[in-house]
C-alpha cells in the first residue's frame, strides 16, 4: 500500500507541479479582503487603525499532494501620504514543495481631487523554496531527474502596483514579481528545473449602496502569466447592516465559489468561502475551502466609530 500511495502522491506533484510552471503566485477567492499581497500600491487612507488578516487556504481537498496557502498581512498609513505593509505567504505541496514569501511594501500616496486618490507602490523581499522527496518509491527503473535530489533555495524579489481609489471604488495594476527566479536548470536537454513567470494582476471593486442598510459590492480579478489562458474571477457580495456579507464569485472555467464573513465584534471579522472545481481537476477533489479573520487594531486616540472596511 505504502508503494501504491507514494505513486499516486508523485503522479499528484508532476501535475501540479507542470501546472504551477506557468502559474505559481498564490490563489485567494476572498482576494478582495488580501490586496496587499498581491498590489504594494494598495491605500486605505484610514489613519485611525493598524489593518491585519490571516487567510488559510485548503485546494483541492481529497486530492493527493493537494496544496494549501498561508497568508499573513499587515497594513497601516504612515503619514498623510505614506502607508506601508507586510505580508508573509507560505505554499505547500503535500509533504514534498515549500515555498515562503516575505515582503515589505511602500506606497506613497497622491491626491488627485476632493474624493480620489492614486497610490504608486513598490515591495522587496525574500523567498525561500525548497522541496524533499525522500521516501518517494518510484515505479520506473530510471528515476525522473526532475526528482532525483531535494532542493533548498533563497531568491530575493521585487515588485510594483498602482491603485486609484475613493471611498466606494478602487482599481489596481501590479506585478508582484518582477525578478523571474531560476528554480531548477536544464541539462542535456532535460528539464530538472523551472523559473518563475511575471504574473500581471488587474483589480477592481466598487461600492453600491442600494439603501441605508444593504450595499452591494462586486468586484474582479484578471490574472495573466506567460504559458497560461488569462485567469479571470468575478466576485459579488451583499453586506447587511454592516455586520453581515455574503456573495458568490465565478472563476471562468475553473470553479463557482460561495462567500459568507461576519462582524462578530467592531474590529474584527471572520469570513469563509468554499470553491466547487467545474474543471477536470472537479473529478479528484472535492473543492476548496479558505477561512479569513480580519483584526483592526485602533491607535492611540482613535475609537470604534468608523467606516467598514470596504475592501
Known amino acids: 500500500m505504502k508503494f501504491i500511495t507514494n505513486i499516486k502522491l508523485l503522479l499528484g506533484i508532476i501535475l501540479i507541479t507542470q501546472m504551477a510552471i506557468a502559474q505559481q503566485d498564490a490563489q485567494f477567492t476572498q482576494y478582495m479582503y488580501n490586496m496587499n499581497v498581491i498590489n504594494p500600491a494598495y491605500a486605505t487612507a484610514d489613519d485611525e487603525s493598524l489593518n491585519f488578516g490571516l487567510i488559510y487556504r485548503s485546494q483541492w481537498v481529497g486530492a493527493v499532494g493537494s496544496p494549501s496557502t498561508g497568508s499573513f498581512f499587515a497594513h497601516s498609513t504612515i503619514n498623510d501620504t505614506m502607508e506601508g505593509g507586510l505580508s508573509i505567504v507560505h505554499d505547500q505541496i503535500g509533504d514534498v514543495v515549500n515555498d515562503t514569501n516575505i515582503f515589505l511594501d511602500y506606497a506613497y500616496v497622491l491626491q488627485l481631487n476632493g474624493t480620489s486618490k492614486l497610490s504608486l507602490g513598490v515591495k522587496a523581499g525574500i523567498s525561500f523554496f525548497s522541496t524533499n522527496f525522500n521516501g518517494f518509491v518510484y515505479s520506473d527503473p530510471l528515476p525522473d531527474p526532475a526528482f532525483a535530489e531535494n532542493i533548498s533555495r533563497t531568491f530575493p524579489n521585487i515588485g510594483a502596483g498602482a491603485f486609484y ?10 506585478i508582484p514579481n518582477l525578478l523571474k527566479s531560476k528554480y531548477l536548470d536544464e541539462s542535456s536537454g532535460i528539464v530538472t528545473e523551472g523559473s518563475e513567470e511575471l504574473h500581471m494582476f488587474f483589480t477592481g471593486g466598487y461600492v453600491l449602496n442600494i439603501n441605508e442598510n444593504i450595499l452591494l459590492k462586486p468586484a474582479f480579478m484578471a490574472k495573466s502569466v506567460s504559458g497560461a ?71 492611540l486616540g482613535s475609537g470604534y466609530d468608523k467606516s467598514p472596511r470596504f475592501f
Open 165 to 174: 481609489f475613493s471611498d466606494n471604488y478602487y482599481v489596481g495594476f501590479s
Open 229 to 299: 489562458p488569462l485567469s479571470f474571477d468575478l466576485t459579488s457580495n451583499v453586506l447587511i447592516n454592516n455586520k453581515v456579507e455574503f456573495g458568490l464569485g465565478y472563476r471562468f472555467e475553473d470553479g463557482i465559489s460561495g462567500l459568507v464573513n461576519f462582524r462578530v465584534l467592531p474590529n474584527v471579522r471572520l469570513g469563509y468561502a468554499y470553491d466547487y472545481t467545474v474543471s477536470n481537476l472537479g473529478r479528484f477533489n472535492s473543492g476548496t475551502h479558505e477561512i479569513m479573520i480580519l483584526f483592526d487594531l485602533f491607535k
